[in-house]
């Protein structure tokens, strides 16, 4: 494990280095030898530009540029896509983004389901699969239309034909989906 954490850093150039070890918590995961962490704390200074308590406004933003802004690659698997996707969405959830949430969202899933008269659990439940359905149908529209543009008209047209429930369930389904 400490070789782990020593490559990992040798893989840092020095701006970062100097800034995972100005880190709080650098202390106790240099001691603890834990690589997940030290990774956790590359990944925010790559992500959200700083700590998240002094700009946290500014890196909400730059969070959503990011992640609206980004597009498959010509070449790019959508695995690979699909990983670097899911990264960002980390991103936004660990600054406290609520994207894709929304009352009409969740308001829509509980009538599908039947449900007239939700319990609490049954909201959040319903609120939770609103943001996995965004997220889903936002990356099927990020992929390469070049490639994968048939398997998208195929899901605009089942949704003009009103077929039920055309899209992908979560980004992993989408990727399924279009990987064949």
């Given amino acids: 494990?400490?070789?782990?954490?020593?490559?990992?850093?040798?893989?840092?150039?020095?701006?970062?280095?100097?800034?995972?070890?100005?880190?709080?918590?650098?202390?106790?995961?240099k001691h603890t030898r834990d690589t997940l962490k030290l990774l956790q704390v590359i990944k925010q200074y790559m992500y959200s530009n700083s700590s998240e308590d002094t700009y946290t406004i500014y890196n909400q933003v730059m969070a959503t540029i990011n992640l609206f802004h980004m597009?498959?690659?010509?070449?790019?698997?959508?695995?690979?896509?699909?990983?670097?996707?899911?990264?960002?969405?980390?991103?936004?959830?660990?600054?406290g983004m609520t994207i894709g949430q929304s009352d009409q969202a969740t308001k829509a899933i509980l009538h599908r389901d039947g449900v007239m008269n939700p319990t609490t659990e049954q909201l959040e439940k319903a609120k939770k699969k609103a943001v996995v359905k965004f997220y889903a149908i936002l990356f099927t529209y990020l992929v390469d239309h070049q490639k994968y543009g048939k398997v998208?008209?195929?899901?605009?047209n089942d949704v003009l034909k009103k077929k039920k429930n055309p899209f992908p369930k979560d980004v992993s389904d989408a990727s399924r989906l279009l990987i064949g």
């Fill in 71 to 95: 597009r498959q690659e010509k070449g790019q698997s959508v695995q690979s896509f699909r990983d670097q996707f899911t990264a960002m969405r980390q991103v936004c959830d660990q600054l």
């Fill in 1 to 29: 494990m400490r070789s782990l954490s020593t490559v990992i850093l040798a893989l840092c150039d020095a701006n970062m280095k100097d800034k995972v070890k100005a880190h709080a918590n650098y202390a106790e995961i």
């Fill in 152 to 156: 998208v008209e195929d899901i605009e």
